[in-house]
């Protein structure tokens, strides 16, 4: 009898199809059942990651939950379950930290499926600034969108900061250093003033399909977490093009916000053998290379970012980004982060709608960090 097991995926093309059409093929093969079961892309960042192991075997995670997940231990330390050979071989061959960002406190506490951190975005074909100054100009002209809804303001705010070359949760006495912060409030308010009111409601996915439309006129998307699907041909009216991030100055290139997923095993269920050996091929490179990439999925694997037979399917977008992402910046993954982060968001959203107090913003979120991280 197959060894039936489910999973926690979430709700969009790259992120729940990659995973069953996999699993279809490990069926095939091993004799194991995985039933999918996606969450919302809101859910992905917010739901605690406990209550998802005692639901599913197999859970994908945002690198920021480890710190919970290692005080909690809800999820399998992959260690000692899995070779480890097998785990070397992945983190030898990351793109940029992916592997890295969910080892925690000594432990693997998930392997890296889904590799992204934020990129601009363009119509294909189009201009496409590398400068804040020329896209704070292009704003003017009415050709920018930048998905600014809570979620992804806050996202944006940590990558500027991380420009600025004071990240976050850094070596400073405050999590935010305040003049990091302000400078970081002023540069996005310089161009968020020009945007159209509705770039406040948008995420990213909002942003992208809006780019991609046919009767669009925006053109250029400034920091966005990006996505293969829309530039692969076919896949929407009009191809994207994603890129290096505008920078404020040439002398210092990075702070791209790391993103992606970790698939971790849940270690409250019955089935850790069997969910553990699954997430391992699915982790490895000549899946991530063929069906993963092939069924609409942005691997995490460093050998399917260099397969020309991959970069020719996501309509060059490893090649475009490759260097981006290496230089991407992990966010802190100490335990609380994540109440930090997800009060934060309002913060930060309501101060950019505003378009004022600044250093006061930057005082409430240290002042959140106090309350939560530790």
């Known amino acids: 009898m197959a060894v039936r097991l489910r999973g926690s995926s979430w709700a969009h093309v790259r992120g729940h199809e990659p995973l069953v059409e996999a699993s279809a093929a490990y069926a095939r093969a091993h004799d194991v059942e995985i039933e999918w079961v996606p969450r919302t892309l809101t859910e992905f960042g917010v739901l605690d990651i406990g209550d998802l192991a005692r639901q599913f075997d197999l859970v994908v995670i945002d690198h920021p939950h480890v710190g919970t997940v290692a005080a909690s231990r809800t999820l399998v330390p992959l260690e000692e379950v899995l070779p480890k050979d097998a785990l070397e071989d992945l983190d030898a061959d990351s793109p940029g930290r992916s592997e890295q960002s969910y080892r925690y406190d000594g432990h693997q506490w998930a392997l890296a499926i889904d590799a992204a951190c934020q990129v601009s975005a363009r119509r ?35 990558t500027v900061c991380a420009q600025l070359g004071s990240p976050v949760g850094g070596a400073s006495g405050d999590f935010v250093d305040p003049s990091a912060g302000v400078a970081a409030f002023e540069l996005m308010a310089s161009v968020a003033r020009h945007l159209e009111p509705r770039c406040f409601d948008m995420n990213a996915i909002d942003v992208l399909g809006s780019l991609s439309a046919a009767d669009s006129r925006e053109l250029y998307c400034p920091l966005v977490f990006g996505y293969t699907n829309y530039s692969r041909p076919g896949f929407a009216p009009e191809r994207l093009e994603f890129g290096d991030i505008p920078q404020r100055s040439p002398e210092f290139r990075g702070g791209a916000l790391l993103g992606g997923v970790g698939l971790g095993v849940s270690a409250l269920r019955d089935h850790i053998d069997e969910a553990a ?24 694997h460093g050998k399917a970012w260099s ?45 950019l709608c505003q378009g004022s107090g600044f250093a006061a913003a930057v005082q409430e979120l240290n002042r959140v960090a106090r309350d939560t991280c530790r």
């Open 277 to 300: 050996a699954f997430a391992l091929w699915v982790a490895g490179a000549d899946v991530q290379s063929s069906i993963y990439v092939e069924a609409g999925g942005q691997p995490a």
């Open 124 to 158: 294909a074909g189009s201009s496409l600034p590398t400068a804040w100054a020329d896209v704070a100009d292009a704003a003017r002209d009415g050709v920018v969108l930048w998905p600014l809804n809570p979620v992804d303001s806050q996202a944006s705010f940590l």
């Open 307 to 351: 397969d020309p037979h991959a970069d020719e399917v996501a309509g060059g977008f490893f090649s475009n980004v490759r260097g981006t992402m290496d230089r991407s910046w992990m966010r802190p993954r100490v335990n609380g982060y994540v109440q930090w982060q997800n009060a934060s968001m309002g913060i930060v959203h309501e101060t």
